[in-house]
């Protein structure tokens, strides 16, 4: 059973920092890309980062890029996103997923297979 476990949200303020987790299991890690998205209330889900596990690739949208990092612990199965420098437009819930490694699709939401229950993020101004 592919499960995907998201952890580390929370309230912090502007310019504050948080470190989302995203534990995986289920299926080869190594295998596929891992992307981080957000769904703020009544705004559609936008993707953040994404990475290649096989070869740790990282990728960035322009909301990310400068203040957010991806990374992977392929012994632990797991992806981090270390969020620095949040802003309030950063609040939403947070979702890891995993979907093919195909660079032209990883920013679509809608090619992932399997997501988290999803993690709340909170910045007050």
Request: charged share 20%; glycine share 12%; aromatic share 12%.
């Amino acid at each position: 059973e592919v499960q995907l476990v998201e952890s580390g949200g929370g309230l912090v303020q502007t310019g504050g920092s948080l470190r989302l987790s995203c534990a995986a299991s289920g299926f080869i890690f190594e295998d596929y890309v891992i992307g981080w998205f957000r769904q703020a209330p009544g705004k559609e889900r936008k993707g953040v980062s994404y990475i290649m596990i096989k070869d740790g690739s990282t990728h960035y949208t322009d909301s990310a890029k400068g203040r957010f990092t991806i990374s992977s612990d392929n012994a632990k199965n797991t992806v981090y996103l270390q969020m620095n420098s949040l802003k309030p437009e950063d609040t939403a819930v947070y979702y890891c997923a995993v979907g093919r490694p195909i660079i032209s699709a990883m920013a679509d939401w809608k090619m992932y297979y399997y997501w988290g229950q999803g993690t709340q993020v909170t910045v007050s101004s």
